[in-house]
């Protein structure tokens, strides 16, 4: 969804992905690097920076934005803020972001996409790297974040997809197999080849 697998050989993708109800993210004339401002991305293992907290988060806003340095101490609290990482990291905004934890790594590295104000996260196994209680506590931020902005999580963990989604999708080898609302995928799925998945016949 944010075209990096044009960076892949041997991709094909076919059909249109519409943002906004209007912008075709597949035609070949759209620009990347707004699209990637528009759309961000969570990896399974957290990847901060090797720079500090503070830098990590305004990297983004570097790039795309001329912005000053009180409206940058502005950004980089209320993203810190927005993942419950500001009472913590306050006061080591300079220390180097890869001494986190790996739960507050992958905090940091969502803070870091907030800053620059995405309308959508795209979170590749965002916690597939994480014990079970900073896996609760991500699902949580998961579900405060959707106030704010559209995630789209990629998880091969069926109980967290039915725990953290309004929505399902289910793949098989690169086709779209089904969408709907999650009840509806995990309880009463209309394509045999999910209901078979849900119930474990294969997988």
């Known amino acids: 969804f944010n075209r990096m697998n044009d960076l892949a050989e041997g991709i094909r993708m076919t059909g249109e992905v519409l943002l906004d109800n209007s ?3 597949l035609a070949p004339e759209t620009d990347l690097v707004e699209l990637r401002k528009k759309v961000g991305m969570v990896f399974q293992r957290p990847n901060p920076f090797p720079l500090s907290i503070y830098e990590n988060i305004v990297f983004g806003l570097r790039i795309h934005t001329t912005p000053n340095k009180y409206s940058l101490d502005e ?8 993942v419950l990482l500001w009472d913590d990291l306050k006061d080591k905004l300079n220390r180097p972001a890869l001494r986190l934890s790996l739960e507050q790594k992958q905090r940091l590295c969502i ?3 907030l800053a ?4 959508v996260l795209l979170m590749d196994e965002p916690t597939s790297s994480l014990d079970p209680q900073s896996t609760n506590r991500i699902e949580d931020l998961i579900g405060e974040l959707t106030h704010q902005v559209t995630i789209i999580i990629v998880t091969h963990n069926m109980q967290q997809a039915s725990r953290v989604s309004d929505n399902t ?3 098989y080898i690169g086709n779209l197999i089904e969408f709907n609302k999650t009840t509806k995928i995990f309880t009463n799925p209309d394509q045999k080849r999910t209901e078979e998945y849900i119930t474990g016949q294969f997988g």
Do not use: G
């Open 75 to 82: 950004i980089v609290q209320k993203s810190l803020e927005s």
């Open 23 to 25: 912008t075709n993210i």
């Open 116 to 119: 620059v104000k995405p309308d």
């Open 111 to 113: 803070a870091r996409l």
């Open 169 to 171: 999708a289910f793949f």
